[in-house]
């Protein structure tokens, strides 16, 4: 066993995490999410090829363009639960795998936004519905033992409403 492995949490131990930031979630407003002991409180997330800001008006960059942005009005609870799941799931993923992984999760992100809008004031309903796909995570992992690499090349594309699409250029279907 490498020193790596003895790091992983089990797929059970993930699961009782995810529980447990899920009973947070609908206990707790939002100002009041609390980040872990030594983090100081951000608004958002920037890692991972995902940026999550409750800036509307930002353009990206030359830097940023082909990064998935989830611009909400929920910025900071949903960057507190990015940093919980990135905690949850320390050790499963890395350099090969963390675009899909959290890719995943900024989908879930847009996804919710764009079947409830205006976005409402409640913030519980886009965090449960993010946790959700990091419980499909575990799945994966309970499956196959690891987290899957992401696409080797991946083609970024915008349509004409300004959704942001990632096409695995060896298969041609979207991806994460």
């Keep these: 066993m490498t020193f790596m492995n003895r790091m992983l949490k089990s797929p059970a131990e ?14 707790t407003a939002a100002t009041d999410l609390k980040d872990l002991p030594g983090e100081k409180p951000r608004n958002g997330w920037r890692g991972a090829d995902v940026i999550v800001t409750d800036d509307f008006e930002c353009q990206p960059g030359w830097m940023d363009g082909h990064k998935l942005w989830v611009r909400t009005r929920h910025a900071r609870p949903l960057g507190w639960l990015f940093r919980r799941v990135r905690d949850a799931f320390y050790g499963w993923y890395d350099f090969r795998n963390k675009h899909s992984f959290f890719g995943s999760l900024g989908r879930a992100a847009l996804d919710h936004l764009a079947n409830h809008q205006p976005e409402p004031e409640e913030h519980r309903p886009l965090l449960l519905h993010v946790l959700v796909q990091a419980g499909f995570w575990v799945d994966i992992i309970e499956q196959n033992g690891f987290l899957p690499d992401d696409a080797p090349i991946v083609v970024h594309l915008t349509d004409p409403e300004g959704r942001q699409f990632r096409i695995d250029a060896a298969t041609g279907k979207e991806t994460i």
């Design 14 to 27: 993930i699961k009782r995490i995810l529980e447990h930031i899920r009973r947070e979630i609908l206990a």
